[in-house]
């Protein structure tokens, strides 16, 4: 004879359960967002640590410490570079603008006098400028104590960015060796939440993350390279620096690219070197950023089966919602809700029903 109520053994279950997941989720949350990169990080080494554990006869966990190691190579070579031109170019702005306490600015070009409409207002703006960059170090004083502050708060953004690079990596490695297993553990899972549709949902995800990684982080890599290229041909200081930024801003469709060469064209034509600024302004809108066109959809197109358009909507309102991870997350969850109604709108198969 049972002295408990099934009922309330099943209530006080799902609350003993739900207090162990809530417990769960406060342990896992500060390190949610580091996971969540090992994750990509090892879904897109994925293939190529299969070879390595083809090549290595098996042994799973030298293939994913490789692999590992090349993700941390490919990761912090670039943060490094770009961390040392970083200090070299504070350094050149340090003595560039003591430089232009002491001399003042120089006259404005002679090409700007010959701007139709526009010229003289910015003639005057200019002297205008150049007389109040001799009262610049009364001006800039008050701001001091701020730019420390937010120097110092850089500084803590880095070191827990590094922080959460290696722990990104190191779950990686976890990930990497024991794969196979986890991929299976969820399938299961699914199964038992889901049914039979857990497996055609895992797949919509895969191919989606397959897409987005492939589609836009190949596109900014191309981005990067021509970049680099187009900064070096009109003789930019920090070319290969500059395309590494560019390869980061390509990682946001559209808007992200044109953030690096349109100053840099800009400060060409400020410097009177008309042909290279306009050079520059035809090969970024062609070249750099015409990529974006041609390319992403390409990619996009041949890993998954989501539109452009859910892509692109997916990327912008996941990373307004959830940061630069959402780049990735946004997309899943538009082809996961996507895949979800397509299933449930879907006709059933003439005596379904009657089966």
């Known amino acids: 004879m049972r002295l408990v109520d099934p009922r309330v053994e099943l209530a006080v279950g799902l609350v003993a359960l739900a207090a162990l997941g809530f417990g769960i989720l406060l342990v896992v949350l500060p390190f949610l967002s580091a996971l969540l ?36 190579t490919a990761l912090l070579f670039p943060l490094v570079l ?34 139709p409409t526009v010229g003289p207002q910015l003639v005057d703006a200019w002297n205008r400028l150049a007389e109040d960059v001799r009262d610049l170090p009364g ?62 949902l895992l797949e919509v995800a895969g191919a989606t993350i397959r897409g987005v990684v492939y589609g836009f982080v190949g596109t900014a890599l191309v981005q990067g390279a021509v970049a680099a290229i187009g900064f070096a041909l009109v003789g930019i200081p920090g070319a290969l620096v500059l395309g590494v930024l560019t390869f980061f801003t390509g990682l946001l469709p559209a808007i992200g690219p044109p953030l690096i060469w349109v100053p840099l064209a800009g400060w060409l034509l400020l410097q009177g070197q008309t042909t290279a600024g306009v050079f520059l302004a035809v090969y970024g809108v062609l070249v750099i950023s015409g990529i974006d066109n041609l390319i992403r959809p390409w990619l996009i197109s041949r890993e998954s089966n989501l539109s452009f358009l ?25 082809a996961l809700g996507r895949a979800i109604l397509q299933d449930w709108i879907r006709p059933e198969p003439p005596g379904a029903a009657a089966g």
């Open 139 to 200: 001006l800039v004083q008050p701001w001091l104590a701020t730019a420390r502050d937010l120097a110092l708060r850089a500084a803590l953004a880095l070191g827990a960015g590094l922080f959460d690079l290696t722990l990104s990596l190191t779950a990686a490695f976890f990930f990497l060796r024991d794969g196979l297993v986890m991929v299976e553990q969820t399938r299961r899972a699914g199964e038992r939440i889901l049914g039979d549709r857990a497996q055609h």
């Open 82 to 115: 770009v961390g040392r031109q970083l200090a070299d170019g504070i350094t050149l702005l340090v003595d560039t603008v003591r430089q232009l306490l002491e001399a003042g600015m120089p006259p404005p070009p002679d090409w700007l006098f010959d701007l």
């Open 37 to 72: 990169w090992a994750a990509i990080l090892a879904y897109a080494a994925w293939p190529l640590n299969a070879r390595l554990v083809r090549l290595f006869g098996g042994r799973a966990g030298l293939a994913a410490g490789l692999t590992t190691a090349l993700l941390a």
């Open 310 to 334: 859910l892509t692109f909507l997916g990327v912008v309102g996941g990373a307004f919602a959830f940061g630069f991870l959402g780049i990735f997350i946004g997309p899943v969850l538009l």
